[in-house]
């Protein structure tokens, strides 16, 4: 119902999205800002704006 695959839903559980660079710099931002309670990596938060 969501257009993604079994495959590539099971691919966003840990934290990236393999298939589409823009969804892997949203899933790793994503993980990341739940990770540290708010904060991110300056890089990671630099990969997300590249991304988009």
Same mark, same amino acid.
């Given at each position: 119902? %969501?257009?993604f695959?079994d495959?590539q839903?099971l691919?966003?559980?840990? !934290? /990236?999205a393999?298939?589409?660079? @823009?969804?892997?710099?949203?899933? @790793?931002?994503a @993980? %990341?800002?739940?990770?540290n309670? !708010?904060n991110?990596? /300056?890089?990671v938060?630099e %990969?997300?704006?590249?991304?988009a």
């Amino acid at each position: 119902m %969501n257009g993604f695959s079994d495959d590539q839903i099971l691919d966003f559980c840990p !934290g /990236h999205a393999s298939f589409d660079q @823009k969804l892997d710099a949203l899933s @790793k931002l994503a @993980k %990341n800002i739940t990770e540290n309670r !708010g904060n991110t990596d /300056h890089d990671v938060l630099e %990969n997300f704006f590249n991304a988009a």
